[in-house]
């Protein structure tokens, strides 16, 4: 049984994720399907989100392990970052794969071929901003993504979280009863999900389609 993320703090006393730039390996990329602004800006849009989550490797600004016990194991903190599953010229996930990378696609044409699920398993430097609400309550936010300083590329800390990837087009049924209830809630507010209804079982997946982005 692979490890699943702990459920994020919804509120009362919690320690966001340290601010800083740390070694992250993407080890989680999940399907969220059309969800609908429900606030912000652009309240009541609706466009295809991804999830995209890290494992981070280092220590904080005071010498501490970036880790939590789980269950009795030791592991690395995670973070994540929904983003519209869009590659045109002006979208987020287009210029911070972009910067991930450590140069720009070419054109429209490579980046609407790219496939996401090659995103797992790799390594990058991951800045942290904190942020702070009306509320006083502050929150940690991936800020950007870079490539590995060459230094590390042949010394990459060893993976820990199993990898994982939920696709809507062939969702994996078991992999989605491991998730927290609040992901699977927002996983079921999509019309792509309830297009599914409850026929779907583990035996329908195979776990062989891969995920493009398109021009939404």
């Not at 599953?85 to 991930?100: A, F, I, N």
């Not at 990898?163 to 998730?179: G, Q, T, V």
């Amino acid at each position: 049984m692979g490890f699943t993320a702990p459920k994020p703090s919804e509120g009362g006393n919690f320690e966001p994720t340290p601010a800083g730039n740390f070694i992250g390996r993407c080890f989680g990329l999940i399907d969220l399907g059309t969800q609908t602004n429900e606030t912000g800006e652009f309240i009541g849009k609706s466009n295809h989100k991804i999830k995209i989550e890290f494992e981070l490797f280092g220590e904080d600004g005071e010498g501490n392990p970036m880790t939590i016990e789980v269950d009795g194991r030791v592991m690395p903190l995670v973070i994540s970052k929904d983003y519209t599953l869009s590659m045109h010229e002006k979208s987020t996930l287009r210029k911070e794969l972009g910067s991930w990378r450590g140069k720009a696609f070419l054109d429209d044409d490579e980046a609407v071929a790219f496939d996401i699920t090659k995103l797992v398993g790799a390594y990058a430097m991951v800045n942290i901003a904190h942020k702070t609400n009306a509320k006083g309550k502050t929150y940690a936010n991936i800020a950007n993504l870079s490539p590995l300083p060459s230094a590390l590329k042949n010394a990459k800390p060893a993976p820990v979280h199993t990898n994982r990837i939920f696709n809507l087009d062939a969702p994996d049924m078991s992999l989605f009863d491991k998730f927290y209830e609040y992901l699977q809630e927002t996983i079921r507010k999509s019309p792509e999900w309830k297009a599914i209804g409850n026929k779907v079982t583990n035996d329908e997946f195979t776990g062989d389609e891969g995920m493009v982005f398109g021009e939404a």
